[in-house]
C-alpha cells in the first residue's frame, strides 16, 4: 500500500492571496522549513527531477512532498516509493494552488519536523505563475523538446522564478532548442534567474542545482 | 513586413458561456466555416503541426488562424509565413479562450470567406478544456516527450477532443513512452476519441490527419 493521503484542498477564503501568502512564508521560516513551489509544463520532468533529487539529499534532511494535480495520484504513488513523506493534493478541476491551499497540504503533512518540503504544482506555465504559494522560492522545469521560446511566450513564470532548470539536455541532438538562446530569453525576462541544465535521466548537471537546493535549505533554516 | 493584426481580446460579458458557445457553432455552421479548437502543453507542437497541415491544404480551401497567447506574436509571425489568414489574438494573461473572446477573433479575421479556420488556444492541458469555444471539433496534441501518463493525469482535455494527435513520433527511441499505453488510457477517458501518431517533423502520418481534416471541413461545410 502507498504512504501517502489524498487531500481535496478548497479554495481560498482569503481576498488578499499576497498577504496570505506573506504570512505562511513568515510562519515556514519561523518553522525552519525551506519550502519550493515547483511548476512546469506537463512532462517536462518534474517528478523525475525530484526522485532524483529526493535521492542525492534524504540522508542530509527531512523532505515532504506535496503533489498537486486535477485529480490523479500518479506522481504520488511514483514518488512515495522514494521513502520520503509525501501527501496528494486534489484541486478539483483548478489549475493552480494559491497560498490557503498550500497552508491545508503543509498542515496536512505536518512540516515541523520536515527541513525541506517541495510542492509539485500543477503541470502548466501560465496559472500557478499567478498566485504566490507563500514558497521560500520559485523554481521552473523548462524540457528541452518544448522550445527555446517558452520565456517569449510565458513571461510571468519566468519573471517569478528564483531556478530555471532546464532537463532532457541528454536528447538536446535530436531537437531544434539553443540552449545560448534560451538562457538570453530568460535572462531577459528575469536578469536574477539562476539556471541549471540538467538531465534528471542521467544525471548531468544535476549536482550543480542540488547544491544550491542543500545551501539555500541551510541558510534558510539557519 | 507581417501580415497579422494583433487583438487584446476581453473577458467575455455573457454568464453563459456553453449556450454562446451554441450559437457561435451554428453560426459558423451557417456560414460554412469549419472552425478547429487545437490545444496542447506548451512546446508540443501546434504551430509546426499547422504549418505542415496549412501547406498540404492550402491549395484545396481558403485557411485563416487565429493565434492567442498570453502577450507574445511568436507564433503569428511564423504562421503567416505560411501564406494564410493570420491574427494574433493577445488573452491579457488569460490561460484560456472563452467563446465570446473567439467571437471577436473570428470578427476581425472576417470568416465569411474562410472555409477552415483554426484556433490555436493558449498552450496549456487543464483551462482551456474547460471553456467551450464554440468550435465544430476539439483536437489536441500530446507529445512524445511529455510521457503517456497524461490521459491519466488530465482528464477533461481528453474527453472533450474529438481528435488526440501524438506529435513526435520520430523521438519515441529517445523516450520511455508507450504508444500502446497511451492510447489506451486515452480511450478510456474517451471511447469517440480519433487517434493520430505523427511527426510534423518528418511528415510520417500526417496524411491520415489532414485526410480526417478534408473530410470534416467537406461533410461540415456541404
Known amino acids: 500500500m502507498d504512504q501517502f493521503r489524498v487531500l481535496e484542498v478548497k479554495r481560498s477564503i ?11 512564508r513568515e510562519q515556514l521560516k519561523g518553522e525552519k522549513t525551506f519550502l519550493i513551489n515547483l511548476m512546469s509544463s506537463p512532462g517536462a520532468g518534474k517528478t523525475t527531477t525530484l526522485t532524483k533529487t529526493i535521492a542525492a539529499l534524504k540522508d542530509e534532511m527531512k523532505i515532504g512532498i506535496m503533489e498537486a494535480d486535477i485529480d490523479s495520484d500518479v506522481d504520488a504513488h ?11 493534493l486534489h484541486t478539483g478541476g483548478m489549475c493552480h494552488l494559491d497560498a490557503d491551499m498550500t497552508r ?11 527541513d525541506l518540503v517541495v510542492l509539485e504544482n500543477v503541470g502548466n506555465l501560465v496559472c500557478p505563475a499567478e498566485f504566490d504559494t507563500g514558497a521560500a522560492k520559485n523554481v521552473m522545469i ?26 532532457k539536455i541528454d536528447v538536446l541532438p535530436y531537437f531544434d532548442f539553443d ?6 530569453y530568460a535572462l531577459m525576462r528575469n536578469p536574477n534567474l539562476k539556471i541549471f541544465p540538467i538531465s534528471a535521466k542521467t544525471g548531468e548537471g544535476m549536482e550543480e542545482w542540488e547544491n544550491w537546493l542543500r545551501e539555500e535549505v541551510k541558510q534558510h533554516n539557519a
Request: glycine share 6%; proline share 5%.
Open 179 to 184: 540552449l545560448d538562446k534560451v538562457k538570453e
Open 14 to 24: 482569503f481576498e488578499d492571496n499576497d498577504r496570505d501568502a506573506e504570512r505562511l
Open 78 to 88: 511514483t514518488i512515495s516509493e522514494a521513502g520520503v513523506k509525501v501527501i496528494q
Open 142 to 167: 523548462l524540457s528541452v523538446p518544448e522550445g527555446h521560446d517558452k520565456p517569449l511566450k510565458y513571461p510571468l513564470i519566468f519573471q517569478v522564478c528564483d531556478v530555471l532548470i532546464i532537463n
Open 104 to 114: 491545508q497540504g503543509i498542515r496536512e503533512l505536518g512540516t515541523k519536523e520536515l
